[in-house]
C-alpha cells in the first residue's frame, strides 16, 4: 500500500512546536526518498525557526492555541480527517499523549490508515484516567514505539490488556560524527564555555527538576570530597530548582566548585570540555545526553534506572563506566572518586571502549528500524 508514486505517506503529529527536536529531524531527513512527510502541528502560530518548514518539508499549523487544547476539540479531528484524505496518508505518527489521542480518534475514521504512537518515558500511565483512556483509543494504534526495553515493560505492566507484539522497542540514535567530534581542544571548549582551565571537570546535562536528581549529586560530591581531588562539577540546564541547588551547594561548603550555566547551545564543544559525564536520575526512559556522552568518548557515571543499563551494562561489566542505585549519595561519590584516580593508560583504554560502544546507538540503525516498522504496517 503505497502511493502512485510508489512512496509511503507519513503524517507526523504533534501537539505544537517547542523548538526543534533534533531526533525527530534526524529521522525525516534520514528515511530517504521512499517517503513523502507531511508534518502537522496541532497547535500554532507558526514558528520561523521551524528546520524542517525551512529546508522545504511540508510543514503544517492548524489553527488551534495551546488553551484551545487544554479542553476537547473536535474540530481537530475534523482537520486531521481532512489532511488524511486529501493527501492520501498511510501513517499517522503521533508524538506525546495529545496527539496521540487526535489521532486516534481521526484514525477511526480512516479504517486504511495505519496509527503509529511513540512513547519516550517512565510513569506514562499510571493514572487512573489514563489507563481508561489508553483502553478505549490503543486498540486502534497499529504499533507503539518504546524507546527503550524499560519502558516496554512499563507500557505492558501498566496495560496488561495491550498484545506484547503490538509495542516495539526502537532504541532512540544520534550522530556520532557531530558528539564525537576529534578536532575539538579540551582546554578551547573550556576557554570559549567560560569553564576552569585546568583540573577535572564533571559534567551533566538535563533540567534541572527532581527527576534529574542533581539534589543527590551535590550531597555525594560534598560527601565524598570531590572537589578536593580537584574535580569542578558543571551542570547544563535550566529548570525551576536552580536557586535550590545553588543554595544547597553553598550551604554543603562546595559553591565554589559548582557551576550552573544554564542552557548550552553547543552540547558537543561542552562534552569535548569534560574529562566525565554524571547523571544520577531518579527514573529515564532512554536518555541522549548519555549516548552523547559516549560518541565524546566520556566515562559515564549513572543511576541503573529504566533504560540506563540498556545503554551502559556493557560497559559497567568492564569497569569503563558505573552503575548505581538512585538515591545512593555514597556509591554516586565513590564511583567519581575511582574514575577520577584511572592512570592515563586506563583512559586511553576506556575511552576507546566507550566510543566503541556508542555505535550501538547510531542514528542510522535508529532509522532503519522505524524504516522496518513502518514498511511492515503498509505492505
Request: hydrophobic share 45%; net charge positive; with cysteine.
Amino acid at each position: 500500500m503505497t502511493g502512485t508514486d510508489g512512496k509511503i505517506t507519513i503524517l507526523h503529529v504533534w501537539s505544537g512546536f517547542k523548538g526543534d527536536y533534533p531526533l525527530f529531524t534526524q529521522v525525516v531527513r534520514g528515511l530517504g526518498d521512499g517517503y513523502r512527510h507531511i508534518v502537522c502541528y496541532l497547535a500554532g502560530p507558526p514558528a520561523a525557526g521551524e528546520t524542517l518548514a525551512r529546508d522545504g518539508y511540508d510543514v503544517r499549523w492548524l489553527p488551534f492555541t495551546k488553551d484551545d487544547l487544554r479542553g476537547f476539540r473536535y474540530q481537530v479531528v475534523r482537520a486531521l480527517d481532512r489532511i488524511i484524505k486529501a493527501e492520501g496518508v498511510h501513517i499517522m505518527h503521533a508524538q506525546r499523549h495529545k496527539a496521540a489521542f487526535y489521532a486516534t480518534l481521526a484514525a477511526r475514521k480512516n479504517s486504511e490508515v495505519r496509527l503509529v504512537t511513540s512513547v519516550h518515558g517512565l510513569n506514562r500511565s499510571r493514572s487512573f484516567l489514563r489507563k481508561l483512556g489508553n483502553r478505549l483509543l490503543w486498540p486502534r494504534i497499529n504499533r507503539i514505539i518504546a524507546v527503550s526495553g524499560a519502558v516496554k515493560s512499563d507500557i505492558l505492566l501498566t496495560n496488561p490488556w495491550l498484545p506484547a507484539d503490538r509495542v516495539e522497542v526502537v532504541h532512540n540514535g544520534i550522530d556520532l560524527a557531530r558528539f564525537g567530534r576529534r578536532d575539538l581542544d579540551k582546554r578551547e571548549c573550556r576557554v570559549f564555555l567560560g569553564l576552569p582551565e585546568h583540573g577535572w571537570l564533571w559534567g551533566a546535562v538535563g533540567r534541572l527538576a527532581p527527576v534529574k536528581g542533581h539534589d543527590v549529586l551535590l550531597k555525594a560530591w560534598a560527601a565524598s570530597g570531590i572537589g578536593g581531588l580537584g574535580g569542578h562539577l558543571v551542570i547544563a540546564g535550566e529548570g525551576k530548582l536552580r536557586e535550590e541547588l545553588m543554595a544547597l551547594a553553598q550551604a554543603s561548603g562546595i559553591g565554589g566548585e559548582i557551576t550552573l550555566p544554564g542552557h548550552v547551545t553547543d552540547i558537543p564543544k561542552f562534552l569535548a570540555a569534560l574529562d566525565g559525564f554524571i547523571m544520577p536520575s531518579r527514573h529515564e526512559g532512554f536518555p541522549l545526553a548519555i549516548l552523547e556522552a559516549l560518541a565524546a568518548g566520556l566515562p559515564v557515571v549513572a543511576s541503573g534506572v529504566g533504560g540506563i543499563p540498556e545503554i551502559l551494562t556493557t560497559l559497567a561489566e568492564r569497569g569503563y563506566s558505573f552503575l548505581v542505585p538512585p538515591e545512593n549519595k555514597q556509591l554516586l561519590g565513590e564511583a567519581m572518586a575511582q574514575v577520577m584516580q584511572w592512570p592515563a593508560a586506563r583512559r586511553e583504554q576506556a575511552a576507546a571502549a566507550i566510543r566503541a560502544q556508542a555505535q550501538q546507538f547510531d542514528g542510522n540503525r535508529m532509522i532503519a528500524r522505524l524504516d522496518a516498522v513502518y514498511r511492515g504496517l503498509v505492505i
